[in-house]
């Protein structure tokens, strides 16, 4: 019962250590470079243009929440919640009577049948509330909707809606937030944009975005138009005001499975970062040099498609960006059957492992290389591009990790790529050493295997059997998961990027060790610093054979991209056949590498 309590108290943002990966999130403390803005798309504005904007636009914008409207939101989720989660333990309690009582136990099947209908109607009442209220609670679903691994199907479908599509703002409203944040004065809509579409492209529980086309003056570009939603901020952090003064009065019982404030309290800190757009932008334009840049500071062909913001058309509650042409992760199954892709045909399974090496190459880069990454991968962020590229949007919410966490970090994955067994002992023991300097803390009592098993569960889900009796699945008694006891803030938002990178592996059937993509990464930022100098800047025939080698690396990899997109535009059935060969090749590929690790 205490798994089912947690499903429904993980709706105020909660996922398990999961719970405590997707929701003890830390604030981003990002120490970036302000992005210059002009003096026309400020935060900040001065009587003469808001008077100028009230004169274009005849739209009301909607006023802050009140105290008691706040209080008000509170008592209506937790007067949904609670009566769900009781309804489980009433279940749970009618069941065991009935089997005292008849001395017939129920089958697996039977108790499947009770309790995917318990699903269904607590899922149902729980969308319901969550479409009522929005605001946080959208949030809260999103997170639920993306962990297929995690969750009963009757809760992640039911609330898969809020992934990329809640109710949008009237596009008079969304072009009134437009004018009033980049427009200058005696300047109109139609001087900037010379279409917008007035249906948005997706509306999130920040903003919404649409596509639109710029006019000459601005570079005549096809692009996207990221809008926040008037007074969402006063929304969601009065929300999370409510939940944690909440979660306060029962911070010293044993009323609730974690200590849900500090939860709260974290949460609340890095959802702030979500309303400032200028610092989006900087940290879009950030990740991007990370990943369009080798590690000897050349042009590499990027293994994911980002959105570059537009200079001059970035304010901190408007950013414009490059438009990508595609369809998010989350609606991606559904657009094959639409194309008619079998979901098991060669091709989609090439997409598949395609998805997986961009993910693994641009997180991984990303996290060990710079330690700045974006920290909030879902399937409503993760796009599939027309041209079948992976696409990355949404960097509202970003993460900058020590040098000290990175560098552990790295060791880890060398660790684990270079043990000899999974019941090695000084393996184990030089793996679970690493864990716990990450910061990792146990439950007094855990079998000493047990930090391993935390980083290989994370890190290598390749793995059949855990150290120490430990099993995979993060919903069994015997989860590593169960182990710990508090997980380090520096950790909590990588654990989120591996977590999804895993329950994408799990999902499309395809063994993956990140710890053996990232190893190679990771041995390259442990490289002394002077060896690396005396590589790039040594003798001049070594340095000029390196170079030479880059640009050989950078021309293959421009024409894979060029190969890729080709293929992508032939006839079904000859791209069907292409994929077959291409899928054979890279699994034999695969075969070796195994046979000689």
Request: aromatic share 6%; charged share 25%.
């Amino acid at each position: 019962m205490k798994l089912l309590f947690r499903l429904i108290t993980l709706t105020v943002g909660i996922s398990n250590i999961p719970c405590i990966i997707n929701a003890f999130t830390t604030a981003n403390h990002r120490k970036l470079s302000s992005l210059p803005l002009p003096s026309t798309a400020t935060p900040e504005y001065d009587t003469q243009q808001q008077k100028s904007a009230a004169a274009t636009v005849s739209v009301e914008f909607p006023p802050p929440l009140t105290q008691v409207e706040r209080l008000q939101r509170a008592a209506k989720f937790w007067s949904s919640a609670i009566p769900i989660v009781l309804s489980y333990y009433s279940k749970s309690a009618e069941l065991r009577v009935k089997e005292a009582f008849t001395g017939v136990a129920l089958t697996d099947e039977e108790q499947e049948l009770i309790w995917n209908e318990q699903h269904e109607k607590g899922a149902k009442k729980l969308a319901d509330t969550i479409t009522s209220l929005k605001g946080f609670y959208v949030k809260t679903a999103q997170i639920i909707s993306s962990r297929r691994d995690l969750f009963p199907p009757e809760y992640t479908d039911a609330l898969s809606h809020f992934t990329d599509n809640v109710d949008p703002l009237p596009v008079e409203l969304a072009k009134a937030v437009v004018e009033k944040e980049l427009l200058v004065k005696g300047e109109t809509f139609h001087d900037i944009f010379a279409e917008f579409d007035e249906t948005p492209l997706g509306a999130a529980s920040v903003a919404q975005v649409h596509r639109a086309v710029l006019t000459e003056k601005y570079g005549s570009r096809e692009v996207a138009v990221k809008i926040q939603r008037p007074s969402i901020e006063s929304k969601l952090m009065g929300d999370i005001a409510n939940l944690k003064q909440l979660a306060k009065t029962f911070r010293e019982t044993d009323a609730l499975p974690l200590d849900y404030y500090t939860v709260f309290c974290e949460l609340e800190k890095q959802l702030q970062d979500e309303f400032d757009f200028v610092a989006e932008a900087v940290a879009m334009d950030r990740i991007y040099e990370t990943v369009t840049r080798d590690e000897n500071g050349l042009p590499c062909e990027s293994p994911i498609v980002l959105p570059r913001p537009v200079t001059g058309l970035i304010s901190k509650r408007v950013l414009v960006m490059d438009y990508l042409k595609g369809v998010p992760l989350s609606r991606a199954a559904d657009e094959m059957l639409k194309k008619g892709i079998d979901p098991n045909s060669p091709e989609s399974q090439l997409f598949g492992r395609r998805l997986l090496r961009a993910l693994t190459d641009v997180f991984g880069r990303c996290i060990l290389e710079t330690g700045f990454f974006h920290a909030d991968p879902h399937p409503g962020n993760i796009f599939v591009l027309e041209d079948g590229r992976i696409g990355l949007i949404d960097f509202g919410q970003v993460k900058q990790i020590g040098s000290r966490a990175r560098e552990t970090l790295a060791k880890v994955m060398i660790a684990l790529d270079e043990r000899e067994s999974d019941e090695n002992p000084s393996d184990l023991e030089k793996i679970g050493q690493l864990a716990l300097e990450l910061g990792v803390e146990l439950n007094e009592g855990t079998p000493p295997e047990a930090p391993a098993a935390v980083a290989m569960w994370l890190f290598d889900g390749s793995v059949d059997t855990l150290p120490g009796g430990y099993e995979k699945g993060e919903l069994s008694p015997n989860s590593p998961v169960k182990a710990l006891k508090s997980f380090p803030q520096d950790l909590v938002l990588v654990g989120r990027s591996t977590i999804l990178i895993k329950g994408l592996s799990s999902r499309l059937n395809i063994p993956w060790s990140l710890s053996k993509e990232w190893a190679p990464t990771a041995r390259k930022v442990l490289t002394p610093a002077e060896a690396k100098q005396s590589i790039t800047m040594g003798k001049a025939g070594l340095s000029n054979k390196i170079r030479m080698r880059d640009v050989v690396k950078l021309l293959k990899s421009w024409g894979r991209g060029k190969v890729s997109r080709a293929v992508s535009r032939l006839p079904a059935p000859m791209r069907t056949k292409v994929a077959a060969v291409a899928l054979h090749l890279q699994k034999r590929r695969e075969a070796r590498e195994a046979k000689l690790k």
